[in-house]
């Protein structure tokens, strides 16, 4: 008579079988760096040995490293995703390792997909670029993926806004934009208009509230300001401007929520005959690399989008077996032609 095949133990049958999660079972027989207490390591290697479990290959695999670092962004059209990658790239290729580049959609449904299918081809580490990941986001679905990936020996690394209990880089969004108010409140300007993007958008909302702190904190407050929402876009900032223009009145500045925005915003004031500097002041921010380019040059602050994206390659490699510190970076103010004193011809 045929033996019959042993049944296959998993990682759930061996935590079971010790009393403790799962992910605490994937530490100690992963060798993980996270520390686990001696009396549950001993209590997992037991039962590991009495159920006689072998670890799946593919998690080994992960455990040793691959050489993939995946980079799932928002949108991957962008000036800013451009300078992210080009600088992983060099980081990673310089570090043995490559960048694979993933789109999400900007939404929680679109990040768990791109996650899931990550995870299939076992990268070393994940990197998630966006304005806002929620540890909520589809009732902790999403943070519950990441968690098994890091369980497996993945690294994770995020880029933006978060409450994750992973490594973390952000931009300061609301102290640069406060900077651009103040800069605009100093010159002058006393009729203000900002194209705050898209509703829903952390980012842009951000930016908006320091953009109103800066025009607010200064000895003569501005108070005549509009906070017209847009499409995030150079067309979204045409279209926002050339309504602004169709409702008369003077506008002595415009402070848009990036310079995709803000370029679109000098294209409508040009087809109106609307001088830049001369009648409105026009603000961006990101510090892309057109924003030097176009008439008048832009003012800008510029964020340090390739340092950031070199710092994310390192932070996700040099892996200490727990989150790194939080990094909150600044960006540079750039005063070009596009900005003012009010009056100045």
Same mark, same amino acid.
């Given at each position: 008579?045929?033996?019959?095949?042993?049944? $296959?133990?998993?990682?759930?049958?061996?935590?079971?079988?010790?009393?403790?999660?799962? =992910?605490?079972?994937?530490?100690?027989?992963?060798?993980?760096?996270?520390?686990?207490?001696?009396?549950?390591?001993?209590?997992? !290697?037991?039962?590991?040995?009495?159920?006689?479990?072998?670890?799946?290959?593919?998690?080994?695999?992960?455990?040793?490293?691959?050489?993939?670092?995946?980079?799932?962004?928002?949108?991957?059209?962008?000036?800013?995703?451009?300078?992210?990658? =080009?600088?992983?790239?060099?980081?990673?290729?310089?570090?043995?390792?490559?960048?694979?580049?993933?789109?999400? #959609?900007?939404?929680?449904?679109?990040?768990?997909?791109?996650?899931?299918?990550?995870?299939?081809?076992?990268?070393?580490?994940?990197?998630?670029?966006?304005? %806002?990941?929620? &540890?909520?986001?589809?009732? @902790?679905?999403? !943070?519950?993926?990441?968690?098994?990936?890091?369980?497996?020996?993945?690294?994770?690394?995020?880029?933006?806004?978060?409450?994750?209990?992973?490594?973390?880089?952000?931009?300061?969004?609301? /102290? @640069?934009?406060? $900077?651009? +108010?103040?800069?605009?409140?100093?010159?002058?300007?006393?009729?203000?208009?900002?194209?705050?993007?898209?509703?829903?958008?952390?980012?842009?909302?951000?930016?908006?509230?320091?953009?109103?702190?800066?025009?607010?904190?200064?000895?003569?407050?501005?108070?005549?300001?509009?906070?017209?929402?847009?499409?995030?876009? %150079?067309?979204? #900032?045409?279209?926002?401007?050339? =309504?602004? !223009?169709?409702? +008369?009145?003077?506008?002595?500045?415009?402070?848009?929520?990036?310079?995709?925005?803000?370029?679109?915003?000098?294209?409508?004031?040009?087809?109106? /005959?609307?001088?830049?500097? @001369?009648?409105?002041?026009?603000?961006?921010?990101? +510090?892309?690399?057109?924003?030097?380019?176009?008439?008048?040059? !832009? $003012?800008?602050?510029?964020?340090?989008? &390739?340092?950031?994206?070199?710092?994310?390659?390192?932070?996700?490699?040099?892996?200490?077996?727990?989150?790194?510190?939080?990094?909150?970076?600044?960006?540079?103010?750039?005063?070009?032609?596009?900005? &003012?004193?009010? @009056? &100045?011809?």
């Amino acid at each position: 008579m045929p033996q019959r095949a042993r049944p $296959t133990v998993t990682l759930h049958d061996v935590a079971r079988r010790a009393g403790v999660s799962i =992910a605490t079972a994937s530490r100690v027989l992963g060798n993980s760096a996270r520390p686990v207490g001696r009396e549950l390591q001993e209590r997992v !290697l037991a039962a590991a040995a009495e159920l006689r479990y072998v670890p799946d290959a593919a998690a080994r695999a992960m455990k040793r490293g691959s050489d993939a670092i995946g980079l799932l962004a928002d949108d991957l059209t962008t000036p800013m995703i451009a300078l992210i990658v =080009a600088a992983m790239e060099r980081e990673a290729s310089a570090a043995g390792a490559f960048v694979t580049v993933s789109s999400t #959609g900007g939404t929680p449904e679109g990040q768990l997909r791109a996650i899931e299918v990550s995870r299939a081809v076992r990268p070393r580490a994940l990197v998630l670029t966006s304005g %806002r990941i929620d &540890a909520a986001a589809l009732g @902790g679905r999403l !943070l519950d993926a990441l968690r098994s990936y890091a369980d497996e020996g993945g690294h994770v690394v995020i880029v933006g806004e978060s409450d994750l209990p992973f490594t973390r880089i952000c931009f300061d969004n609301r /102290g @640069g934009a406060r $900077t651009l +108010g103040a800069l605009v409140a100093r010159d002058g300007h006393r009729r203000v208009a900002v194209l705050g993007g898209p509703d829903g958008h952390f980012t842009a909302a951000e930016r908006v509230a320091g953009f109103l702190d800066g025009l607010a904190d200064h000895p003569d407050p501005v108070t005549d300001v509009r906070v017209v929402p847009c499409e995030d876009s %150079r067309q979204g #900032g045409h279209d926002a401007t050339r =309504a602004l !223009l169709a409702e +008369g009145g003077d506008i002595d500045a415009i402070l848009a929520m990036n310079d995709i925005v803000a370029i679109g915003a000098l294209a409508a004031l040009r087809a109106a /005959g609307v001088p830049v500097p @001369g009648r409105t002041s026009v603000v961006g921010f990101d +510090g892309i690399p057109l924003a030097a380019d176009v008439t008048p040059r !832009l $003012t800008t602050l510029a964020l340090p989008f &390739a340092r950031v994206g070199a710092e994310a390659i390192h932070r996700a490699i040099d892996h200490d077996g727990g989150p790194h510190r939080p990094l909150r970076v600044s960006g540079t103010l750039m005063t070009r032609q596009s900005l &003012a004193p009010r @009056g &100045a011809a």
